[in-house]
């Protein structure tokens, strides 16, 4: 009898403490991702450290529209590193299914390169 009464107090204590980390205050999820990126045209774009030289930048494609440090589900226009306003760039002589470069100041840019369609399945 003693041990089936010590089973439900260790039951009870268990449920107990799974249920109490829910809450508003605890985030959905930290933010481990492998890579910093960017969603463009439906495709991930992980970010560089090689910057662009701004006699190659071409057209302006796009910016940044959302920015969270939280995994999710997001769409284009997002990043996981830069923030809303962000302006995203074609390289000259280079596809855009290759690379893009993003602008981080006067002059300044640096290279992403295109992981394939966001959120595609890989095996």
Excluded at 47 to 68: A, C, F, P, R, W
Aim: aromatic residues 14%.
């Amino acid at each position: 009898m003693n041990r089936r009464y010590l089973m439900y107090v260790l039951l009870i204590i268990v449920f107990i403490t799974g249920c109490g980390a829910s809450g508003s205050s605890v985030p959905k999820s930290s933010p481990d991702w492998a890579y910093s990126f960017v969603i463009w045209n439906e495709n991930i774009y992980e970010i560089l450290e090689d910057e662009v030289s701004s006699e190659v930048i071409g057209e302006e494609i796009g910016e940044i529209k959302q920015y969270s440090d939280f995994e999710g589900t997001y769409s284009n226009g997002f990043s996981n590193k830069y923030p809303v306003g962000t302006k995203l760039y074609t390289i000259n002589g280079i596809e855009i299914s290759d690379f893009i470069a993003i602008k981080l100041g006067e002059n300044k840019y640096i290279k992403a390169k295109s992981n394939g369609k966001y959120g595609a399945k890989t095996s």
